[in-house]
């Protein structure tokens, strides 16, 4: 796939300090004692001390002192300061490669403990959305653009309520722990507001308030709502968020825009219009793709971005879960590494009785 391989690169630092301290002894013996290699045989440890624990740079020290009076008595080096100077050349690095892995093993200790949280926090935010709800078979997918990062500012969410199927993904602007708060926020409104509010709109206006209430400064969510009733059509309401795709039974795609462009969640009590609802047609067979722009604008080698309706065809797998495996698996081919951004994907069937797409099949 084009992207770096950690254990590959941990497996060549393991074998440098053997490395190093094989050439620097067969120089040695090759040059003799006038060239001055003898210190050098300290780089053993010195590597050792990179990615091994304290016990592996003790031991590697050990060999290298080893080594060091070997050749010092071959090379006659101990007749002279020489040798002694050798030594304690390897004893000072060997203390120092000690020194620096017990603290390393100690930050990788809290680094670990960190990311366990984490994992548990983000559990907590974005919870498993149901696999199906009504008429739909739902799917998700979410891509650090961090390999170490467990949680991020994207949130998405499926709700069952009594107006129909709800749905949310956003993207909150920024990182860190102040994203984190504010994905809390309109999640938590979201999942409250989407059993009371009769409409898209108010269950805006409720989130609009909730983020006006709860955070401060100029922090926003860009978002689009969802909402699929019994009507064979999906009501979308768009806060400045990427148009969702959609891919009909036939295997045509299209992104539906909005009638206008609207402020993101947070900006919209500034005294402007917010967005208006609009209707598209969503029957059975046909899918929905809400998504961040982390997945649009991920960039290729020469620049270009993700062509997201051309790849639609991936979407054509009978299984859901499947289906935008594959299309993440292309997304991280397409950007040859890590994102630049998180990506957020949830996928939408709708498996009613009629239409013989992918939705219909399962």
């Known amino acids: 796939m084009g992207v770096w391989r950690p254990a590959s690169g941990f497996a060549t630092l393991s074998l440098m300090p053997v490395a190093a301290m094989a050439v620097v002894a067969g120089a040695d013996v090759v040059a003799g004692p006038g060239v001055g290699f003898l210190p050098l045989i300290s780089l053993g440890p010195a590597f050792s001390g990179l990615v091994g624990g304290w016990r592996r740079t003790a031991l590697f020290g050990a060999v290298a002192l080893a080594l060091c009076v070997g050749l010092g008595v071959y090379d006659g080096l101990f007749e002279e300061r020489r040798g002694f100077t050798a030594m304690a050349s390897v004893a000072g690095v060997t203390a120092v490669g000690i020194v620096a892995a017990v603290m390393r093993s100690r930050r990788e200790a809290e680094l670990a403990s960190v990311r366990s949280i984490a994992e548990v926090a983000q559990r907590v935010l974005l919870r498993p959305v149901p696999r199906t709800a009504g008429p739909l078979r739902a799917a998700v997918s979410y891509t650090s653009a961090v390999a170490e990062a467990r949680i991020g500012g994207d949130l998405y969410e499926v709700v069952a309520s009594p107006h129909g199927i709800r749905v949310i993904v956003g993207d909150v602007q920024g990182k860190g722990l102040a ?88 900006l919209g009590l500034h005294g402007t219009d917010g ?26 080698a020469d620049g270009s971005f993700y062509p997201l309706g051309d790849r639609a065809y991936l979407l054509k797998e009978p299984d859901a879960d499947r289906a935008l495996e594959a299309l993440r698996e292309d997304l991280v081919r397409h950007s040859a590494g890590p994102l630049h951004d998180d990506a957020a994907m949830l ?14 099949a399962e």
């Open 179 to 266: 994203a984190v708060e504010a994905a809390a926020v309109v999640l938590g409104a979201f999942r409250e507001a989407a059993h009371d509010e009769p409409d898209l709109l108010g269950l805006g206006e409720r989130l609009e308030r909730s983020l006006a209430r709860e955070l401060e400064g100029e922090r926003f969510v860009t978002a689009v709502l969802a909402e699929i009733g019994s009507e064979h059509e999906a009501v979308l309401l768009n806060y400045g968020h990427p148009s969702p795709l959609l891919v009909r039974d036939d295997g045509s795609v299209e992104f539906p825009r909005p009638p206008g462009y609207a402020l993101p969640l947070g």
């Open 275 to 300: 967005p208006r609802p609009h209707k598209v047609a969503f029957a059975p067979g046909d899918q929905i793709l809400l998504y961040t722009d982390g997945v649009t604008e991920a960039r290729d």
């Open 347 to 360: 996928l939408l069937r709708y498996h009613g009785p009629a239409g013989g797409g992918p939705g219909a």
